[in-house]
């Protein structure tokens, strides 16, 4: 009998979320309350994880219906099944974690960017069905994307191409990045971005904001959303610049690849207008003109997390022949 279902992960820098899903793109059944950050020793995250993902086996019918497993990750390489070197993850190492998770349960996994993975579940159910060129921007704890052309995922020769949160856009005291780096676009544009950007400007500036009744350290992206659409000049300035950098960033990547369109996807596109407006004035003032008006910028059409589940559970259909 054909097995009928599948195992999506989105292992974000932040929060792991799975869930089972049926042919149709439908998630069955999910869990978003892992966080990424709590498990330094890659055995115990496995091993949680599992024990999450067999719970849910159980629930629709055992193993037996079950296809295979697909994973998004920072970092996650499709040709060798491994998460390498990723910034934002607790696991520095060259993490081989498909074969590790389809040892533990026994099942075919397979592994990619988790940009890739939910510019795979865009194409599929959300905003890019139907294109063939885009790039999907994930804006979270850092920055992913997606790269699509032709109706394929660039992977490039290795199977990590298409890291543009790693493009540098400041070579001058640009800020140090978890990879290693200094002045790449993530370290002004992911969600942890902003907070640093509202934090180097409660510092430099004496005028008055609602950020500065919170405290520095514990200061989030979120924070600097609420005090914007309360009006506040500072919050609505931090938005501003983080538009700018994002839109000057696109009209590069429009040169690159020419896409029909630019998804933005992440807790951080929800700001909505506060951000899309720099991003689009910003790509029209830089991106030359042959380019000019022919890459529309929109918003994911998927739930925050089904995006990314969806994608890598794709995967999980071609898992056997992967593995």
């Given at each position: ?218 200061l989030t992206s979120k924070d600097v959303y609420i005090a914007a659409i309360q009006g506040d000049q500072m919050a609505i300035e931090i938005f501003e610049l983080t538009g700018r950098i994002l839109g000057e960033a696109f009209a590069d990547f429009i040169a690159f690849s020419s896409p029909e369109a630019i998804i933005l996807f992440g807790g951080l596109a929800n700001a909505g207008d506060l951000l899309l407006k720099p991003i689009q004035a910003a790509m029209d003032k830089n991106v030359l003109k042959v380019f000019l008006g022919k890459t ?28």
């Amino acid at each position: 009998m054909e097995k009928p279902y599948v195992v999506g992960i989105d292992l974000g820098g932040t929060n792991t979320v799975f869930g089972v899903v049926d042919a149709k793109g439908t998630i069955l059944v999910s869990d978003s309350s892992m966080k990424t950050q709590a498990y330094p020793d890659i055995n115990d995250y496995i091993s949680t994880l599992c024990n999450g993902i067999n719970a849910f086996v159980e629930k629709v019918g055992g193993r037996d219906k079950i296809r295979g497993v697909g994973i998004g990750a920072p970092n996650g390489n499709y040709f060798s099944g491994c998460i390498e070197f990723a910034a934002n993850l607790p696991w520095r190492e060259n993490v081989p974690i498909a074969r590790m998770i389809s040892e533990k349960l026994n099942l075919p996994v397979a592994l990619t960017n988790d940009a890739n993975a939910a510019a795979i579940g865009e194409m599929t159910y959300g905003a890019a069905r139907g294109m063939k060129d885009f790039i999907m921007i994930t804006l979270g704890t850092g920055v992913g994307s997606g790269i699509v052309v032709g109706g394929n995922l660039v992977y490039g020769h290795d199977g990590v191409a298409g890291e543009l949160g790693h493009v540098i856009i400041r070579r001058t005291n640009g800020r140090l990045c978890g990879c290693g780096r200094t002045g790449c676009l993530e370290t002004y544009t992911s969600a942890t971005g902003v907070a640093r950007t509202a934090r180097e400007f409660l510092e430099n500036r004496k005028d008055d904001s609602l950020l500065r009744q919170i405290n520095p350290d514990t200061l989030t992206s979120k924070d600097v959303y609420i005090a914007a659409i309360q009006g506040d000049q500072m919050a609505i300035e931090i938005f501003e610049l983080t538009g700018r950098i994002l839109g000057e960033a696109f009209a590069d990547f429009i040169a690159f690849s020419s896409p029909e369109a630019i998804i933005l996807f992440g807790g951080l596109a929800n700001a909505g207008d506060l951000l899309l407006k720099p991003i689009q004035a910003a790509m029209d003032k830089n991106v030359l003109k042959v380019f000019l008006g022919k890459t529309k910028l929109i918003l994911s059409q998927l739930k925050e997390s089904d995006a990314a589940i969806l994608g890598a559970s794709a995967l999980g259909w071609e898992a056997k022949e992967l593995s």
